[in-house]
């Protein structure tokens, strides 16, 4: 059953076994993407674990189109003006929208928080316990209700938040172009031609993706 797969998580984070991924995907159903595996070497993907939901969404919103160390000053920033080592929606809830500004929030993304902070309150989102028992779609279903929050943004939060094996982000650009460039695909592969192909991968499709992302650093003779 799928749903008992998913909860299942290993020490390290994972709703699955990566060793049994690799020799999954290694196996004949897609000789290309073994031979991209055995060039680019092992799986050592990290699972970042996350306390609760709001925090990780929180942290992707402000992180969002900004260079990593600007948006983590902005996120210490923000936590700064509650005199509190976590965010909290309540406190989002009842934040002046200038102090907000003045931490080096833009407009939407004030709108973004404070949306997710309601969401948060009210179950749109749910508790970490409760994601944990639903399936992929679901949880996609429930946070892409909170405004700046997309299907991409979501499938990140199941790769390498909760450790999820058969996420196939087909409107990631990076995953797209490694796609095209192991496959000899001429121009960029769209994404009904990834998914599609991506059946054989099932029911790893989140370790395919990795190694499409790996393409990205390896020789261009991959």
Known sequence: MVMAVQNRRNKDGFCYDPEEAIKYL???????LARLIERAGPFNMQIRG?????EALARNIIYQQLHGTAAGAIHQRIIALFGKKRLYPGD????????????????AKLIALKDLAAKTLDGTVPTLPHLQRMEDEEIIEHLTQVRGIGRWTVEMLLIFRLGRPDVLPVGDFAVRKGY???YDTKTLAKPKEVLEHGE????YRSVASWYLWRIHDLPSDV
């Not at 290694?26 to 290309?32: N, T």
């Not at 996350?50 to 709001?54: G, I, K, R, T, V």
């Not at 009842?94 to 080096?104: H, K, S, T, V, W």
């Open 26 to 32: 290694s196996g004949g159903a897609d000789p290309i």
């Open 200 to 203: 054989r991968w099932r029911p």
């Open 50 to 54: 996350m306390q609760n939901p709001f």
């Open 180 to 182: 095209s460039l192991i």
């Open 92 to 107: 989002l809830i009842a934040a002046c929208e200038e102090a907000l500004r003045g931490a080096g929030l833009s407009g």
